[in-house]
């Protein structure tokens, strides 16, 4: 983000509206709809077989629900949303709003990032406010945020990528889209891999992958401030990691 951009240039907002809008993403999402009612409800689309697709907040809006997405990945979600629609009274529309966040003092109307709140608060209005200078990567780094496209891609589960702590994701709820191969990880399994924090020396570009005693434990991602987010195999983790060039150290 160049400076003078406004928070919310590399965002997408769309209003969900119709009869059956409730409804319809109660089936699809990860999270209870309900959490969105006077809040933000952060939460994921995925595919049947428990994959990542795309992430996003959904606000109640009046007339229905507004959604914000990463814009490099609207048009995808949009098309996924538009194939699970059929006959329901549901339509999905380009909204006029604009976002803004930040972790200064909330300005009326805004509303609490669900994932940590070390990231502050976002709010939709009919303009958006200048970015406040706040060091986002370094903050995605320090509290272990995945960032759509960078750890989340097509491969992840959300639960290796932390969205049970990131209040991403709703047990309790009834079914949605890969519904079962995430209650089954939650449930039935112990997981073996995730993203987690390490300590870095040195650089290496993001996706390099990092090796511990020759063998492949992971990849790298996100840098900031002599620390990275890593995606690791856990049996893996160990004090010789490399990535490249780099000396990586897992945090305890």
């Keep these: 983000m160049t400076h003078g951009q406004t928070a919310g240039a590399d965002r997408a907002l769309f209003e969900i509206t119709g009869a059956d809008a409730a409804h319809f993403l109660q089936g699809l999402i990860s999270n209870d709809i309900a959490r969105a009612k006077g809040a933000l409800c952060y939460a994921a689309l995925l595919t049947p077989q428990g994959k990542y697709l795309a992430d996003f907040f959904l606000t109640a809006l009046p007339s229905g629900y507004l959604l914000d997405v990463d814009a490099a990945i609207a048009p995808m979600l949009v098309q996924r949303l538009g194939m699970y629609k059929l006959r329901a009274d549901v339509t999905i529309s380009p909204s006029n709003l ?125 840098q900031s401030g002599g620390r990275a987010l890593a995606y690791l195999r856990f049996d893996r983790i160990g004090a010789d990691m490399t990535a490249g060039p780099a000396k990586i150290t897992p945090q305890p």
């Design 98 to 222: 604009h976002v803004s966040r930040g972790t200064g003092p909330a300005p009326q109307g805004a509303l609490p990032d669900p994932r940590s709140a070390a990231l502050g608060w976002r709010l939709y209005g009919e303009a958006a406010l200048p970015e406040d200078g706040t060091d986002w990567l370094d903050l995605y780094v320090a509290h272990i945020i995945p960032q759509t496209g960078i750890e989340l891609t097509p491969d992840s589960y959300l639960l290796e990528m932390g969205f049970e702590r990131l209040s991403g994701v709703d047990f309790r709820k009834g079914c949605y889209v890969g519904q079962e191969v995430t209650a089954r990880m939650k449930h039935k399994t112990e997981l073996r891999k995730g993203l987690v924090q390490v300590a870095m020396d040195g650089t290496a570009p993001v996706g390099t992958p990092i090796l511990a005693g020759g063998k492949e434990a992971g990849t790298l991602y996100s």
